[in-house]
């Protein structure tokens, strides 16, 4: 069981800069790949970027890519969202999630990969 807590979420202008954190229970959390995804009011929540056991393979949504970047240290059991020139429709919940453990340096892209959730931290994005 990955218990998993999102925080760093908050209110910014266009064009700044927020990195979320999701911090991880248990012992486990170097076993799986993890992921962000996110949903604004009215939408299917979507993906933004995963990232491998390792942290050796990252993956990103066309909408974010190059813009932002998932980290992760397995020493401190945490996962990263840096986000710079944020855009008002970057707006939105903002949810890491933990994929069933592998023993692949893998990385998953679909929401019906990972089976733990954080209960999400709202970035909202004023222009």
């Known amino acids: 069981q990955v218990q998993l807590v999102e925080s760093g979420g908050g209110l910014v202008q266009a064009g700044g800069s927020l990195r979320l954190s999701c911090a991880a229970s248990?012992?486990?959390?170097?076993?799986?790949?993890m992921g962000w995804f996110r949903q604004a009011p009215g939408k299917e929540r979507e993906f933004v970027g995963a990232?491998?056991?390792?942290?050796?393979?990252?993956r990103y949504a066309d909408s974010v890519k190059g813009r932002f970047t998932i980290s992760r240290d397995n020493a401190k059991n945490t996962v990263y969202l840096q986000m710079i020139s944020l855009k008002p429709e970057d707006t939105a919940v903002y949810y890491c999630?933990?994929?069933?453990?592998?023993?692949?340096?893998?990385?998953?892209?679909?929401?019906?990969?990972?089976?733990?959730w954080g209960p999400g931290t709202q970035v909202t994005v004023s222009s």
């Open positions: 248990g012992r486990t959390f170097s076993t799986h790949p």
């Open positions: 990232i491998s056991r390792s942290g050796g393979t990252t």
């Open positions: 999630a933990a994929a069933i453990r592998t023993s692949v340096d893998t990385v998953a892209v679909t929401s019906d990969s990972y089976h733990y």
